[in-house]
């Protein structure tokens, strides 16, 4: 696919149309007929084409290709839903639709050869103003973007966030992701919109209000440039832009170049004194204290935000920290902590001494009784 030729706007409003275009923007007209009107443009050309009754308004893209088996075939390929081929004086011309439901034509011209002998004979006509952009604002900027890309063949000018540009000839055709907030031109709102550019964008507004023309929008700075809109008889929103400057030499100098960045990477640490007691935990590892073998550790050496005492008696679980360490519980209080049990011999020793006691309290109160006394007393007379 070539470029994009024409622009095909179909109205009920024929008369009504042509006169805003004709005598409001003050487009030249190459063919007036009822059934087709067009204007010529720096860049593709702007067409009316009557809409029969009940069906809707909408815009048409037409394309150019040298061959147009070969695009079809490359669109069928890749599922698109191909019209039905018509053949007339113009040439072959056959319609199908994008994604999001607009309307596209690809047409081939009848007499390739005459028409390239034409236009390489006859000097270039500059017209003003140009048909410079078609923007289409769409849904899914990267389904969009894949169809135009891929199935269609287009070449990408420019790629960003929001805004894709694709190079179609003299007219550009443009991607935009269309907006869901406040503070947005007009044409963002519309699904597809066209852009005519103009050297001088203050002097011809005047021109064109001088011709009775009303704008929506009056000439605006925004960072993309200077612009006007204007609503058609249809309400289409017609834009008009002042081309944009080509940056200067101190322009181009002052971007920022990839290494301008800040590094991802952190500047080399300082080395460590020898003697010296290093506080970075990346320098050097950790120190983990192994307690002693065949004893308990049973005091944390560190205290916590908030204690007023140093935590004691806190037994931490073998094995659960660091390699070779053990794991700390948070406080004396902490339910996870791990319980330490006696060992098997103490608590024998004590059940030992607990009986004993038992058994010298039992002994020494019999030895207080009347009867026990007694008991000695004629015992010791015999």
Known sequence: MSRLKEVIVFTPEMDSMRSFYENGVGLRTTIADPHWTSFETG?????????????????ELGFETPAIEAELDRLRAHGVEIGEIRSGSFGRVVQFR????NRLSLKQPADRGRATGL????????????????????????????????????????????WVELDSGVTRL????????????????QRVAYCFEAPDLDTWVEEMRARGLHFATAPIEEEFGLYAEAIDPDGNVVVFRAPREAPSLEEEL???????????????????????KAVSRVVLKPEYHEPKAGKAKLEDEFESEGDVEPRRG???????????????PKNTHDPKRARAKPAIGRLKKAEQKTIANQKRAAAATSKTRPVKREVARTTRSR
């Open 119 to 162: 236009a390489a004979a006859e000097p270039a006509i500059e017209v003003d103003p140009a048909l410079a952009q078609v923007v289409i604002n769409c849904k899914d900027l990267a389904g969009a973007l894949v169809f135009y890309r891929e199935r269609l063949g287009l070449k990408v000018a420019y790629e960003g966030a929001h």
């Open 98 to 101: 994008d994604l999001e439901g």
């Open 254 to 276: 002052a971007e920022p170049f990839e290494s301008d960045e800040v590094p991802h990477v952190v500047a080399i640490r300082k080395p460590v004194l020898k003697g010296a």
């Open 43 to 59: 860049g593709a050309s702007l067409a009316l084409h009557p809409l029969p009754d009940g069906r809707e308004r909408e815009i």
């Open 314 to 328: 806190v037994v931490s679980t073998r094995g659960g920290g660091p390699e070779r360490t053990r794991l700390k």
């Open 174 to 189: 443009a991607l935009h992701a269309r907006p869901t907030g406040l503070n947005h031109p007009l044409h963002a709102a």
